[in-house]
């Protein structure tokens, strides 16, 4: 039988989150890979598992096969779920569109919204926080401008996410060789001031439809991240927080947003104000918390697909926490100079108000699938160089 949604990056646990989330509403899914040893095709709500051409060495082949198997499986749904996959679907909307329910902007608003610069200028002009910023156009300026920095400064890419290409120089001599080793794989990155990393960062998270209306909207607060500088959440909690979702809100509806999203803001403890961090115009790392708060975004976007009209869901349970264990938040562990003050709390693993993003009783498979994932690495060229990509 097809299966009725298409996920790509089975890698990820932000897939198999949203693989369990249509999956235990009985929604049959095809979960897709560069590898077989995809960590959510070991779930149990997985209908179908297949393996395509990687999407970072064989563009074109990959766009074929997903357009092969759309055109000879009926999919109700495709969702994309990382940053190279959504790129190039974006590069082809028109096309998969007529082949299936597609909740991805076209690809120059894409774009647009990738871009850290644009998304942080575009937020300064409507008024909304930002750290202190410096758009490099030419490496003479950093002679010019390395006195007007505070420092620690950040060193950071327009374009990615995570912790991938950021530093932190110290000092005005460190500036200039961070710089150029930034700028060598990121071409001419930004600088920013440092925001104290005590602050809280908080996370809003939004379903809009094709209409520009709200359909859902979920906020949650980051405890623990990994690398301990600054990352992937490994520790989030579901939470309130009524100005960064009315500013986050603005944003997206200044870029006239379709689909998902999560708007990234970090609260700086110098003045107390949220600051506009990033977005990221696609599913986040933390999916799994908010299906369990109570919005299910997957399946409010199957609704979608389905031609359903559905109220807003934007009620849920706060306080709600999720951990990721394996191995996101050991390793948080492991590097955090402080990580006395975690103890004894840190190894409660029964709490009763946390999840956790692969660990389940229910479907416990996908913790042997990320257990397994290693050996991916020795062969797979895709994996090895997402590898390569997160050790330089």
Same mark, same amino acid.
């Given at each position: 039988?097809?299966?009725?949604?298409?996920?790509?990056?089975?890698?990820?646990?932000?897939?198999?989150?949203?693989?369990?989330?249509?999956?235990?509403?009985?929604?049959?899914?095809?979960?897709?890979?560069?590898?077989?040893?995809?960590?959510?095709?070991?779930?149990?709500?997985?209908?179908?598992?297949?393996?395509?051409?990687? +999407?970072?060495?064989?563009? %074109?082949?990959? $766009?074929?096969?997903?357009? #092969?198997?759309?055109?000879?499986?009926? /999919?109700?749904? @495709?969702?994309?779920?990382?940053?190279?996959?959504?790129?190039?679907?974006?590069?082809?909307?028109?096309?998969?569109?007529?082949?299936?329910?597609?909740?991805?902007?076209?690809?120059?608003?894409?774009?647009?919204?990738?871009?850290?610069?644009?998304?942080?200028?575009?937020?300064?002009?409507?008024?909304?926080?930002?750290?202190?910023?410096?758009?490099?156009?030419?490496?003479?300026?950093?002679?010019?401008?390395?006195?007007?920095?505070?420092?620690?400064?950040?060193?950071?890419?327009?374009?990615?996410?995570?912790?991938?290409?950021?530093?932190?120089?110290?000092?005005?001599?460190?500036?200039?060789?961070?710089?150029?080793?930034?700028?060598?794989?990121?071409?001419?990155?930004?600088?920013?001031?440092?925001?104290?990393?005590?602050? +809280?960062?908080?996370?809003? %998270?939004?379903? $809009?439809?094709?209409?520009? #209306?709200?359909?859902?909207?979920?906020? /949650?607060?980051? @405890?623990?991240?990994?690398?301990?500088?600054?990352?992937?959440?490994?520790?989030?909690?579901?939470?309130?927080?009524?100005?960064?979702?009315?500013?986050?809100?603005?944003?997206?509806?200044?870029?006239?947003?379709?689909?998902?999203?999560?708007?990234?803001?970090?609260?700086?403890?110098?003045?107390?104000?949220?600051?506009?961090?990033?977005?990221?115009?696609?599913?986040?790392?933390?999916?799994?918390?908010?299906?369990?708060?109570?919005?299910?975004?997957?399946?409010?976007?199957?609704?979608?697909?389905?031609?359903?009209?559905?109220?807003?869901?934007?009620?849920?349970?706060?306080?709600?926490?999720?951990?990721?264990?394996?191995?996101?938040?050991?390793?948080?562990?492991?590097?955090?100079?402080?990580?006395?003050?975690?103890?004894?709390?840190?190894?409660?693993?029964?709490?009763?108000?946390?999840?956790?993003?692969?660990?389940?009783?229910?479907?416990?498979?996908?913790? @042997?699938?990320?257990?397994?994932?290693?050996?991916?690495?020795?062969?797979?060229?895709?994996?090895?160089?997402?590898?390569?990509?997160?050790?330089?």
């Amino acid at each position: 039988m097809n299966s009725e949604v298409f996920i790509t990056d089975g890698h990820w646990r932000k897939s198999l989150a949203a693989v369990r989330a249509l999956g235990k509403k009985g929604i049959k899914v095809t979960v897709g890979e560069s590898t077989g040893l995809a960590t959510a095709a070991f779930s149990r709500y997985c209908n179908k598992a297949v393996v395509y051409p990687s +999407p970072f060495f064989s563009p %074109s082949d990959f $766009v074929d096969f997903l357009h #092969r198997e759309l055109s000879h499986h009926s /999919h109700r749904l @495709l969702l994309p779920m990382e940053d190279e996959t959504l790129t190039l679907i974006s590069r082809h909307h028109q096309d998969f569109s007529r082949l299936t329910y597609l909740p991805v902007v076209p690809a120059e608003k894409l774009q647009f919204a990738r871009s850290k610069d644009n998304v942080l200028k575009t937020a300064a002009q409507q008024g909304i926080p930002i750290p202190k910023t410096w758009f490099i156009n030419s490496i003479s300026d950093l002679e010019t401008l390395k006195s007007s920095f505070t420092y620690p400064a950040v060193i950071k890419p327009t374009m990615g996410s995570g912790a991938l290409g950021i530093a932190y120089p110290r000092n005005s001599s460190e500036l200039l060789e961070h710089y150029l080793s930034v700028h060598k794989r990121f071409p001419y990155p930004m600088i920013q001031e440092y925001i104290p990393r005590e602050g +809280p960062g908080y996370g809003a %998270s939004f379903l $809009v439809n094709e209409n520009g #209306r709200v359909k859902a909207s979920f906020i /949650h607060k980051r @405890l623990r991240e990994y690398p301990v500088t600054g990352g992937a959440s490994t520790l989030r909690e579901s939470a309130r927080h009524d100005d960064i979702r009315d500013m986050a809100l603005a944003l997206l509806k200044t870029l006239d947003w379709f689909g998902v999203a999560m708007v990234e803001f970090k609260i700086d403890l110098r003045d107390g104000i949220p600051k506009l961090m990033e977005i990221n115009p696609r599913f986040w790392g933390s999916l799994h918390l908010s299906v369990e708060a109570g919005v299910n975004f997957p399946y409010l976007l199957y609704r979608m697909a389905r031609g359903e009209n559905f109220k807003p869901v934007e009620q849920y349970e706060i306080g709600k926490r999720c951990r990721w264990v394996l191995p996101g938040d050991i390793l948080h562990f492991m590097y955090n100079p402080k990580r006395a003050r975690l103890l004894p709390d840190f190894f409660h693993f029964w709490q009763k108000n946390t999840v956790y993003d692969i660990c389940s009783f229910r479907d416990p498979l996908p913790v @042997l699938g990320r257990i397994l994932t290693p050996l991916t690495f020795l062969y797979d060229k895709d994996m090895k160089y997402r590898l390569k990509k997160r050790k330089t």
